[in-house]
């Protein structure tokens, strides 16, 4: 048993997962440890479980690649064109840099992986999402993508596993509020921006659980977005505690594809 696994004693039973999650992280305060929790990679008896968790005695806590140096390696570079570059980020790390934390982060690697050029990190994933982010090698690269993403021109496609059996494809049209920042949430009303609209076409389902695998298309997308409307439709991520999501070994969702003007990237997804 590593030194980041810990089993739990009588003494803590019942305690929430994040306050219990002292015992592992001493130093860290409760909004640190609440967001591990939020970002997938603290599992119990090797399912992630959200922040308010009641843990029991006997059960296994585990925090996963608290030593980013093993999430290092998989991060890699998966093709370059015209300027951009695509690089794989694996669920369970952040895109960006945070503040006070600079290590374990895709951002905080680009230096490395491009140490002959300037890049600069064009857009973000969840932590707990697997897949593409974009790089920009130059200045004219980013400037070219952040008009495309103003226009509307970029398509970003997604695997997801959602809970339920999916039958026909739809488009999500409800404009998100996203006020809240922990949680974005779906309005009654349509986003008259049709590139912040998700579509969603099912691919095959399981036939051992009661899961679908969808595609999901997006073009321009903000936090959560996909997310947040593959709940409202009643078909959460798989893994997606905080939208209602069924309890998994990490949230199954994996930015596979993305095309923009003079580019296009695919990397290969690990659950579908």
Not at 179 to 186: E, F, Q, V
Request: glycine share 8%; charged share 30%.
């Amino acid at each position: 048993m590593s030194d980041m696994t810990q089993t739990v004693l009588p003494e803590y039973d019942a305690a929430r997962l994040d306050r219990f999650l002292r015992v592992l992280l001493p130093e860290a305060g409760l909004r640190h440890r609440r967001r591990l929790c939020e970002d997938g990679r603290v599992l119990v008896n090797g399912i992630v479980r959200g922040p308010s968790f009641k843990v029991r005695p006997g059960q296994d806590v585990e925090l996963m690649d608290h030593d980013s140096g093993a999430q290092n390696h998989d991060v890699r570079i998966v093709g370059r064109c015209d300027g951009f570059a695509a690089v794989f980020k694996p669920h369970g790390m952040h895109s960006a840099v945070i503040a006070g934390r600079e290590d374990g982060t895709v951002e905080a690697m680009l230096p490395d992986l491009f140490p002959a050029e300037n890049p600069v990190l064009l857009n973000r994933l969840d932590g707990p999402t697997s897949g593409i982010v974009l790089v920009a090698l130059n200045r004219d690269a980013r400037l070219q993508y952040e008009r495309a993403q103003e226009a509307g021109e970029l398509r970003k496609y997604y695997y997801a596993r959602v809970q339920g059996r999916m039958m026909q494809s739809t488009v999500v049209r409800d404009r998100l509020d996203m006020a809240n920042r922990k949680k974005t949430r779906l309005t009654d009303d349509v986003d008259p921006d049709s590139a912040r609209w998700t579509e969603v076409e099912p691919i095959e389902c399981g036939m051992e659980a009661d899961s679908t695998l969808v595609r999901c298309l997006i073009r321009r997308g903000a936090r959560h977005q996909i997310r947040a409307h593959l709940s409202g439709t009643g078909h959460p991520i798989v893994g997606d505690v905080l939208y209602g999501g069924p309890e998994a070994s990490r949230l199954f969702l994996h930015h596979y594809f993305v095309e923009g003007p003079g580019f296009s990237f695919v990397v290969d997804d690990d659950f579908s």
